[in-house]
């Protein structure tokens, strides 16, 4: 009887395969396709500014022109009776290996350091009568080989709360970002429950728990304030998905809004400090975002998130957030906070999409000091993305994004006077800066530099071919502040990354695929020990692959 049973489930599920829409991870391949062809204005984007797993849910007509993976399953969620739906995720099984240093972002709670890395990821979605439950965890492995990097600051090497570990493996220049440049000196597995979550939602009001990483703002490689490069974390959020809005009675359309608030728990990693009171910290954080009438593919959004001390966590600080005149009280307040602004117009009649993020670290909104200085503690990503027409199974996509994130100069005096460089992700009183489990909330290259990113994009039925160039400068915040110290010459000491790639993703079948890539990087000068004579270089390869089975 129970085989009998297990057996009529199992084939009731898989028989019910009527698609009503498709819900994807943040940055997946089946993702970025639908944004492709949002950007040629086949389907529309579900999302303004806010997007998780949950919330990028894209419906594609079936007869849809210009689908050219019609023929590839891209995942779907599928109808079980009127109410009731289910989805499959992965498996998704994805491997790298480095050949002199790390490399690597937006992946989530893996470490790609020097060696074999990877990561596996599935799961499954059950929605029904408004409730949906998500489970997709990711386990990751890093073998983490020895490699040559900075070591930190040595005016804090004889503190007790930063020996041993973090003494060893910390951030380079000071302890106040929790961003290992090595995760110890041993092979190690991850478990993170990922994109996993129960959430209930009514018409367009949502409320979830749990772990599903945020990606804020329109930027592709780089977004400041919010991506998913870290480890995920418990959160809870309440807000409004994307929804038309009207003029009572006249019924006057007024635009789409989306607004999202959340509160989450984040943890240090175990290479910062011995000091186990401080091991946590409390995010909060608010999103809206606004498209006017009268001007299709424009959308307007504003974030702002919070870092506050765990154990002094009350309602004040749960909503302090939602104070638009909540100052930094001269640098003493123990809230570390941040904010952007999005601007996105996207013009699906020339396939072609431009898009800003400027933010503010420490964000005060003193009227008189912004305009006096208003680039005071700036950092900004700005891109574009072109859609090619070769032909109408063979269609390009052209990507170009800019991010800086250094210090601007009032802000440099400030740091050349203390025993630490100031740089974007960093705090005075809330000493991990802003980061989850060792790694970056927000843009992968990582704080005080700067990265510019091109890469075309060739899409064809059974998959696409990709090629990219990215040029980045690490860290050059510290490297400022140690040609300050030493009397260095900035010229000397500046670092540069340069990374060529090349990959492709290839269908096998309609459900089975493999995606792979090659990336050589030349770093130049990477421990900052250049002098008149000699100069440091290294060089790496990366190579991964991802093999990807949707059901």
């Known amino acids: 009887m129970f085989i009998k049973r297990t057996f009529f489930i199992v084939f009731f599920f898989m028989s019910a395969s009527f698609v009503i829409y498709s819900q994807e991870a943040l940055k997946s391949t089946e993702e970025e396709y639908y944004d492709f062809l949002a950007l040629e204005g086949i389907t529309e984007r579900p999302t303004l500014n806010y997007r998780t797993l949950s919330d990028s849910v894209w419906t594609i007509p079936e007869d849809a022109a210009g689908n050219i993976w019609a023929e590839n399953n ?38 790609q ?32 080989q020895e490699f040559d990097y900075i070591m930190p600051n040595s005016a804090y090497t004889g503190n007790s709360a930063y020996s041993g570990k973090a003494g060893t493996y910390g951030y380079y220049g000071v302890p106040y970002e929790d961003a290992p440049q090595r995760f110890g000196d041993k092979a190690f597995f991850t478990y993170d429950w990922g994109d996993t979550e129960v959430r209930y939602t009514w018409k367009t009001l949502t409320i979830g728990f749990g772990t599903q990483s945020i990606w804020l703002g329109p930027a592709e490689i780089n977004p400041i304030i919010h991506s998913n490069n870290a480890p995920t974390y418990p959160k809870l959020d309440l807000g409004i998905r994307r929804q038309s809005i009207h003029m009572p009675w006249t019924h006057w359309y007024l635009g789409d809004i989306e607004a999202r608030g959340w509160w989450g728990y984040l943890s240090e990693s175990d290479y910062f400090d011995n000091d186990s009171s401080n091991d946590h910290n409390l995010i909060t954080g608010f999103a809206a975002a606004w498209a006017p009438p009268y001007l299709a593919g424009f959308s307007i959004g504003v974030n702002r998130t919070m870092l506050s001390e765990w154990d002094e966590m009350s309602t004040y600080n749960l909503f302090k957030i939602y104070n638009p005149f909540m100052s930094t009280e001269s640098g003493s307040d123990k809230s570390d906070q ?25 964000f005060s909104p003193s009227y008189e000091y912004i305009l006096r200085y208003p680039f005071h503690t700036q950092g900004w990503t700005l891109g574009g993305k072109k859609s090619i027409k070769f032909s109408n199974t063979l269609r390009g996509e052209l990507l170009i994004e800019a991010t800086n994130l250094e210090s601007s100069r009032d802000y440099e005096k400030i740091a050349f006077g203390t025993d630490s460089p100031t740089t974007f992700y960093s705090h005075g009183i809330i000493l991990q800066g802003y980061t989850n489990g060792g790694q970056w909330l927000g843009a992968g290259i990582g704080t005080g530099g700067n990265s510019q990113y091109i890469g075309f994009k060739l899409y064809y039925p059974r998959g696409y071919f990709d090629l990219f160039f990215q040029r980045v400068n690490p860290d050059l915040d510290y490297t400022w502040y140690y040609d300050e110290k030493n009397n260095s010459k900035a010229q000397e000491s500046i670092k540069v990354t340069l990374n060529y790639g090349t990959g492709a993703l290839f269908y096998f079948t309609p459900s089975f695929s493999i995606m792979s890539y090659f990336v050589f990087t030349d770093d130049e000068n990477p421990l900052n020990d250049c ?21």
């Open 338 to 362: 941040r904010f952007s602004l999005t601007l996105d117009y996207l013009c699906t009649k020339a396939g072609l999409e431009t898009y800003l993020e400027w933010a503010r670290n420490d």
């Open 74 to 111: 891209l995942g779907t969620t599928k109808k079980i009776t009127d109410h009731i739906s289910y989805k499959l995720f992965g498996p998704d099984w994805y491997n790298s290996y480095n050949t002199a240093e790390p490399y690597g972002q937006n992946d989530g709670a893996l470490w």
């Open 113 to 144: 350091g020097k060696g074999y890395n990877s990561s596996l990821t599935a799961g499954a979605r059950l929605e029904a009568y408004g409730f949906e439950i998500t489970i997709k965890p990711q386990l990751s492995f890093s073998q983490n």
């Open 531 to 551: 002098n008149s004579s000699t100069c440091t270089k290294r060089y790496n390869v990366h190579i991964n692959f991802t093999l990807k089975y949707l059901m």
